[in-house]
T-cell receptor, first 112, second 114 residues
Framework: SQTIHQWPATLVQPVGSPLSLECTVEGTSNPNLYWYRQAAGRGLQLLFYSVGIGQISSEVPQNLSASRPQDRQFILSSKKLLLSDSGFYLC???????????FGPGTRLTVT | GDSVTQMEGPVTLSEEAFLTINCTYTATGYPSLFWYVQYPGEGLQLLLKATKADDKGSNKGFEATYRKETTSFHLEKGSVQVSDSAVYFCALSALNSGNTPLVFGKGTRLSVIA
């Protein structure tokens, strides 16, 4: 069966510090991968998605970036965090020939 | 563009009450439709889905029927429990390709009180 991992689970970072969030998927090959952000009490905002290694589509221009160095690894980064980057970050995957996305447990980021 | 509209929350119900959460969509073609549930502090879980008109998705006592004529996919449960308290998201996938990101509604918070 497939599983998706995210770490860390929680993170408190000062403004201006760098960020690296990691997501890995097990039990499937060549998944589509997604990063979402959920601000407090708000809906989901799609940040990035990837259909293959090195292929990243950005949905929202901002100070975040994403990379896919391996088939089942997706990394969300920032060089300098802003207060507005606080939120709940969710990674998801889907199999290309199917429709559903499956979500990880999320990372709660607080920028202070 | 494609969009999903959900009823505004929060919805507060007593235990064993009947639940309906409305969802309507706008999309080209024939989308697949989904309901996701998010419990506090967790990621989203796929609750149910329907891939063509008149399909009924069901899981854990929840049901939703794909109504093409009304472009709707309302979520229902006959008797809610306190454990159903969560945020519910309606979503669509407009093309027959998993490469297309899902379009989500804004979510509806449900609180069930004993």
């Amino acid at each position: 069966s497939q599983t998706i991992h995210q770490w860390p689970a929680t993170l408190v970072q000062p403004v201006g510090s760098p960020l690296s969030l990691e997501c890995t998927v097990e039990g499937t090959s060549n998944p589509n991968l997604y990063w979402y952000r959920q601000a407090a009490g708000r809906g989901l905002q799609l940040l990035f998605y990837s259909v293959g290694i090195g292929q990243i589509s950005s949905e929202v221009p901002q100070n975040l970036s994403a990379s896919r160095p391996q088939d089942r690894q997706f990394i969300l980064s920032s060089k300098k965090l802003l207060l507005s980057d606080s939120g709940f970050y969710l990674c998801a995957w889907s199999v290309s020939e199917r429709y559903e996305q499956y979500f990880g447990p999320g990372t709660r980021l607080t920028v202070t | 563009g494609d969009s999903v509209t959900q009823m505004e929350g929060p919805v507060t119900l007593s235990e064993e009450a009947f639940l309906t959460i409305n969802c309507t969509y706008t999309a080209t073609g024939y989308p697949s439709l989904f309901w996701y549930v998010q419990y506090p502090g967790e990621g989203l879980q796929l609750l149910l889905k329907a891939t063509k008109a008149d399909d009924k998705g069901s899981n854990k006592g929840f049901e939703a029927t794909y109504r093409k004529e009304t472009t709707s996919f309302h979520l229902e449960k006959g008797s809610v429990q306190v454990s159903d308290s969560a945020v519910y998201f309606c979503a669509l996938s407009a093309l027959n390709s998993g490469n297309t990101p899902l379009v989500f509604g804004k979510g509806t918070r449900l609180s069930v009180i004993a």
